[in-house]
């Protein structure tokens, strides 16, 4: 028994135990077969696994920068809708005085997912765009991009669902594997695999055919380009699609019901030059095809029938069409229709085959060719006078984001709210609209004694009204109008002439120079101040030294006090040399010519001849600071300064001079320049002889010869030898040249030049002519010409003093960089913009202090996504320019423009909460644009029109304040003559749709007082 024991304890032939190994590993193959078998049949273990890990991928949005937030670095739908930059717009933003409120924080498994794909998985949006809110949160504008799409699955005509997933994804839908996992089609994925592993082998790799709808999303919204680089990529674009799929569960029916309608509503359709990027199939049926989007899903919607069959046909056709040209867009869209229209007939076939389409259908789409619009669809109409607030603000978004144009800023997720109060400005532009109106314009009382005449075209002028409202730390927007039905915006774009708004830059200037003596001084001794006033030359130093020897306990503000006392002539006899020339001025009405006026009064009526010689006490300041000694740079100089300031003179003319002649010359050939400059010269053999010689320098003496005879100009061997030696460029200068020329010597050589150099371009003319200018006025270096020399040191020296006055412009906010040299400066010749005005206004307002002005209080980016950043504006301190003492009697001169100057028309119309008067100021301001050509000697020739401006900039209260301009342009401007009182009258018919801006009373009546004014009873406007 033992014995038989320890023989069955023997171990098994090898050969049983090689069998046994067999069967225990075909039947764990058989099991994994199966398990895998099941996996692609039920997707069971991927939808447990790949739910946990999803459910892990969440962000919120929390107050402050996030320090876990991850950009995505690809992708066209990621670059269209600005998450790739979000970064850099950020940075940008707070450049201009925004910080982060709010941002994304991603979960670590979102973070490690993104740095993995390169983006964040969260439920995308079908459609985004710009959108600008008011202050309030009402739209004020919306772009949606794509322009239509489908909202939800059930929105989609089932025959487009059919036509979609027989030819891309046949078992996308099927609703007996609930965890199904559309991301991958088993039999396609391993059919596209077996076609790489072949091509590894025979080294032609097969490509295509394993891409689901759900991987082809992926592909052509985050990849970049949209493209895939390679295997890897491949399975990146699955594993991200298989996650996406399992974000709301394990059970994906709904996912991917929502993967057929991401799909049509997304699917890239190439770009049409007039339209840009075609996106979904909504859109791509209206731009490739003009096709309705409503009628075509209603139709389509539809049981065949004979009477839509043929429409129904052709409208499906179009859309089975860009299924399939989604695969090669640019290719099938752009280039190859007939490859197109084939490929889709090919595909109709197998569609009648399978059953999707029925026999007569197929059929009759068959008989039909996809007919192509014309054109790309023509953007919608842009109302830009209705939209005017929010079209400047896209510019400015534009700027501040450095986004390429408005095109790609409209498809940004942003929305921004506004500081505009929507309905005060739709009720202002209501009213700048109806100004069309004759019959309105005479019911807000806008004709009449320096406003329209009966007989104005009412339709040619254009109107402004910008509001801004005063914060604590901040100046913001409110409303911004215009009736220009242009992208122009007459507010803040335009460079006019305002006229008399420029006596405001001036008083402020004037008091800001006064208050600099002041503080340069103040602490001089009675001895110092007695040194000082026998060396001050310029009438404001010794104004103000003189206050200081006689008042200094009144300290700054009386000084304000009394230099608004300080009194000027209006009278218009004297002439006055400035701008390089003697210049005479007028004013607005001949009974001012024969008063002296104080700076308050002459600013209230705006007094042209008094500002004009305040101005001159300006330059005056100016040159005296800058001359050498105290009694000026004419009188002075030592050599060494004066040849200076000739040199630059010279410097300086001679560069206009060739910019003038350069146009002339440009483009002509060597015989065309001679004929030009001999239409100038005199006629005889010396004349010819000396422009041929500068001209043709290398010239032979036989062909000086052949070039008098040409022009009729005979002269014997002996003369002509004698031209040919003698009056050379190397014989004798420059400017004896062209004097025996009579040409100007500047063109001479400008002609020459050109000669030799046909095509030099104007910088490299300047740049080559620096000594050949100072050559042209070296008779001016003579010191015989005294006289003529101080005309032209007095011409730089008033150059110098405007450049020296432009730091102080500008610190007002004047917009440009250069001031024209001219007294008349003072009344308007340098030009300005409303909204600069604006800008000064708020200085005033704000006490002294310049504040930043916003018309955005906050931005989103990418709202609802791990992207999402929210900016607000967090304004820096603001700076004080202007202490208190120069501001009050600025406000003092300001209102009484209003009590009693040329705004009077406007009293009485704005009231605080207890119906006592407004504290209303402002400043008036007309002016006509001109061509003017004259002759010689200073004669006018002709004056062609070019524009007329009126502008009132005003501040109402101690909140409100800006600019209401009115413009007419062209030549018919010559047959208007309103004023300025005709922006005040309309700032006065705005009043009721002010008041909900404002928050108080108005007069109930505030065309009360129109009767007076148009009898005259009420000051005349500048």
Do not use: C
């Not at 028309?905 to 301001?925: E, S």
């Amino acid at each position: 028994m033992a014995g038989r024991i320890l023989a069955n304890d023997r171990a098994p032939p090898a050969r049983h135990r090689s069998g046994l190994k067999w069967l225990i590993l075909f039947v764990f193959i058989v099991l994994l077969a199966g398990a895998a078998w099941f996996e692609t049949q039920t997707s069971l273990l991927q939808s447990m696994l790949f739910t946990r890990w999803a459910g892990e991928m969440s962000y919120h949005v929390g107050n402050g920068p996030s320090s876990s937030i991850r950009y995505p670095v690809g992708g066209p739908y990621d670059a269209r809708l600005g998450y790739n930059d979000i970064p850099q717009y950020i940075d940008a933003l707070k450049q201009r005085g925004f910080a982060i409120t709010k941002q994304a924080d991603m979960s670590p498994a979102l973070n490690r997912f993104a740095a993995r794909h390169g983006y964040a998985l969260y439920p995308e949006k079908p459609t985004a765009g710009l959108q600008l809110r008011d202050r309030k949160g009402k739209l004020l504008y919306a772009a949606s991009y794509p322009e239509q799409y489908y909202t939800n699955f059930d929105r989609i005509p089932s025959l487009i669902v059919a036509t979609l997933l027989f030819i891309e994804n046949h078992t996308l839908l099927e609703p007996t594997h609930p965890f199904q996992n559309p991301a991958v089609e088993w039999q396609r994925f391993l059919h596209a695999a077996g076609g790489q592993i072949e091509g590894m082998i025979t080294r032609h790799p097969q490509s295509g055919g394993g891409s689901t709808l759900a991987t082809q999303i992926e592909k052509y919204e985050h990849e970049p380009e949209g493209r895939t680089q390679g295997v890897f990529d491949k399975l990146l674009q699955m594993s991200a699609a298989t996650t996406r799929a399992y974000m709301n569960g394990p059970n994906t029916l709904v996912a991917r019901k929502r993967i057929v309608t991401n799909y049509v509503n997304t699917t890239p359709l190439s770009s049409r030059p007039g339209y840009g990027e075609v996106i979904g199939i909504a859109d791509g049926l209206k731009v490739w095809f003009g096709t309705d989007f409503v009628t075509a899903n209603r139709i389509l919607s539809e049981p065949d029938s004979s009477s839509n069959l043929a429409q129904k046909a052709a409208i499906y056709k179009q859309v089975l069409s860009l299924m399939i040209a989604e695969r090669r867009p640019a290719y099938y869209l752009l280039q190859n229709h007939d490859d197109l229209e084939a490929t889709t007939d090919t595909n109709l076939r197998l569609l009648g085959r399978a059953g999707v389409i029925s026999p007569e259908f197929r059929d009759a789409a068959l008989n039909t060719r996809l007919q192509y619009r014309a054109k790309a669809p023509a953007p919608a109409p842009i109302n830009y006078v209705g939209q005017k607030a929010s079209n400047s603000i896209r510019t400015e978004l534009l700027t501040a984001l450095n986004a390429q144009n408005l095109y790609a800023l409209d498809r940004l997720d942003l929305d921004a709210t506004t500081t505009i109060d929507a309905p005060v400005q739709q009720n202002v532009s209501r009213v700048l609209r109806s100004l069309k109106s004759p019959g309105q314009v005479n019911a807000l009382g806008m004709v009449g004694f320096q406003l329209l005449s009966p007989s104005d075209d009412v339709s040619q002028l254009n109107y402004s009204v910008v509001v801004y409202e005063r914060e604590a730390d901040r100046n913001i927007l409110r409303v911004h109008a215009d009736t220009l039905d242009e992208p122009f915006d007459i507010n803040s774009s335009s460079k006019l002439i305002l006229g008399s708004t420029s006596k405001l830059r001036t008083l402020v200037a004037y008091l800001d120079i006064l208050d600099h003596i002041y503080q340069q001084h103040l602490n001089d001794s009675p001895a110092q101040l007695r040194k000082a006033a026998s060396s001050a030359h310029d009438p404001l130093s010794q104004f103000v030294i003189g206050y200081l020897q006689t008042n200094r306990r009144d300290g700054l503000k009386g000084l304000m006090a009394e230099a608004m006392q300080r009194h000027y002539s209006g009278d218009t006899g004297e002439g006055f040399f400035t701008g390089s020339g003697l210049q005479f001025f007028h004013n607005f009405e001949s009974s001012e010519d024969y008063k002296v006026w104080t700076v308050q009064d002459a600013f209230a009526h705006s007094v042209n001849l008094a500002f004009i010689r305040l101005m001159r006490d300006i330059t005056t300041y100016y040159m005296d600071e800058r001359a050498a000694h105290g009694g000026g740079v004419v009188q002075s100089p030592d050599p060494g300064q004066r040849e200076d300031y000739l040199r630059r003179f010279a410097d300086q003319e001679g560069t206009a001079f060739l910019n003038r002649f350069y146009k002339d010359l440009k483009g002509k050939n060597t015989q065309q320049i001679i004929a030009f400059m001999l239409q100038k010269a005199g006629v005889s053999a010396l004349h010819l002889a000396v422009i041929f010689r500068s001209l043709e320098p290398d010239a032979s003496i036989q062909q000086l010869r052949q070039f008098l005879a040409a022009h009729h100009a005979p002269a014997d061997e002996k003369k002509i030898l004698d031209l040919y030696e003698s009056y050379g460029p190397d014989k004798m200068s420059l400017a004896d040249r062209g004097y025996i020329a009579h040409i100007h010597p500047l063109e001479l050589w400008l002609g020459a030049y050109l000669v030799a150099h046909p095509d030099a371009t104007r910088a490299e003319i300047i740049d080559a002519s620096g000594d050949k200018r100072q050559e042209a006025y070296g008779w001016l270096f003579n010191s015989r010409r005294e006289h003529q020399q101080n005309v032209r040191i007095r011409i730089i020296t008033e150059e110098d003093a405007f450049n020296d006055l432009l730091p102080e412009w500008k610190k007002q906010g004047w917009p440009f960089d250069k001031l024209v040299p001219s007294l008349a400066t003072a009344i308007g010749s340098s030009g300005d913009r409303p909204d600069a005005l604006a800008t000064l206004m708020g200085i005033i307002v704000n006490n002294g202090y310049r504040r930043p002005t916003t018309n955005i209080e906050q931005l989103q980016l990418a709202g609802g996504t791990p992207y999402e950043s929210d900016l607000g504006f967090a304004p820096s301190q603001g700076q004080r320019l202007y202490p208190p003492e120069l501001i009050a009697v600025v406000r003092k001169a300001l209102g009484a423009v209003v009590q009693d100057g040329t705004a009077s028309r406007l009293r009485g119309t704005y009231f605080n909460a207890d119906y006592t008067p407004l504290d209303v100021g402002g400043k008036t301001g007309t002016s006509d644009n001109n061509y003017e050509h004259f002759g010689a000697g200073a004669r006018l020739i002709s004056s062609e029109p070019k524009d007329r401006t009126a502008t009132f900039v005003f501040h109402l209260g101690d909140r409100f304040y800006g600019t209401v301009t009115a413009f007419v342009r062209g030549k018919q401007s010559g047959r208007y003559h309103f004023t300025s009182a005709l922006t005040v009258q309309l700032l006065k018919a705005l009043a009721p749709q002010l008041q909900p801006l404002l928050g108080t009373p108005v007069n109930p009546n505030p065309l009360a007082i129109v009767s007076r004014a148009q009898n005259g009873a009420v000051t005349a406007s500048d």
